[in-house]
């Protein structure tokens, strides 16, 4: 059986949150402060929505913003770690769950030619409208209390695991790996042999700690693709 690794995208795979990233795209590189301060909790979607929206007003295109977007750095060792997954695809199922979207995802995935690595990618679907400007839609709808309205990851996960599955692919364990407070639900998913990967530093390390007794997979932390790398090699040996 093979191993499922799952990867979140902002401060895992590349080093910087793309959302924010694009904010390069605007004036002075800088948004107003009455759209910098409008994000409400949980409606992180709705926030980008209309920050799209204000760099369309200033005449941002699509070029200009995949331009921004694929100067995005990859975290240390990340591409050394994609390239070893995508030569050992017999071994290992490979997917990503964010809260980007589907285009900031694609351009920065193909312009390191690591995009066939990923067997599926969910995240919040992104077009340019007939005006050119990006708009952004929720994920999907669910009920859980502890996530943002507009993606569970968990919920996510659950479901992909189920549909493999019901597939014949089962998977001997499951690996995620990832960074943030919206991490820590779908780390709840994982079983004893699972593994959760926590950036060393950065939020859900704080949280899986504050809340270990919610975890029943082991922990590892790692702070480079080189540590995830050494990690899956001795998964292999095993």
């Known amino acids: 059986m093979k191993t499922l690794l799952v990867f979140d995208f902002d401060h895992t795979i590349v080093n910087d949150n793309s959302d924010t990233w694009i904010v390069q795209c605007a004036p002075n590189k800088?948004?107003?402060n009455v759209l910098q301060n409008s994000y409400e909790k949980g409606k992180w979607t709705e926030y980008m929505g209309r920050i799209f929206t204000y760099l369309g007003e200033q005449g941002i295109r699509e070029d200009d913003m995949k331009r921004i977007m694929i100067a995005i750095p990859?975290?240390?060792?990340?591409?050394?770690?994609?390239?070893?997954?995508?030569?050992n695809k017999d071994h290992f199922d490979c997917i990503i769950i964010?809260?980007?979207?589907?285009?900031?995802?694609?351009?920065?995935?193909?312009?390191?030619?690591?995009?066939?690595?990923?067997?599926q990618v969910f995240t919040n679907p992104a077009t340019f409208d007939r005006f050119?400007?990006?708009?952004?839609?929720?994920?999907?709808?669910?009920?859980?209390a502890t996530c943002p309205r507009n993606l569970c990851k968990k919920k996510v996960l659950e479901e992909f695991v189920a549909k493999q599955a019901s597939d014949g692919e089962r998977y001997s364990k499951i690996v995620y790996i990832g960074d943030g407070s919206n991490d820590l639900c779908p780390v709840t998913f994982l079983k004893k042999?699972?593994?959760?990967?926590?950036?060393?530093?950065?939020?859900?390390?704080?949280?899986?700690?504050?809340?270990?007794?919610?975890?029943?997979?082991?922990?590892?932390?790692?702070?480079t693709g080189a540590e995830i790398l050494s990690h899956l090699k001795r998964l292999l040996e095993e």
């Not at 964010?98 to 690595?117: K, P, Y």
């Not at 949280?207 to 270990?212: F, M, P, Q, V, W």
């Open 74 to 87: 990859y975290t240390p060792g990340m591409t050394e770690l994609l390239h070893f997954i995508g030569q």
């Open 193 to 223: 042999g699972d593994i959760a990967m926590p950036r060393e530093g950065y939020t859900l390390q704080k949280r899986i700690a504050n809340e270990i007794e919610l975890i029943d997979s082991s922990i590892s932390v790692w702070s």
């Open 132 to 144: 050119g400007n990006l708009t952004v839609q929720n994920f999907h709808v669910h009920h859980c």
């Open 30 to 32: 800088k948004l107003p």
């Open 98 to 119: 964010s809260d980007s979207n589907t285009i900031f995802i694609d351009w920065i995935l193909t312009h390191a030619d690591v995009n066939n690595v990923f067997d």
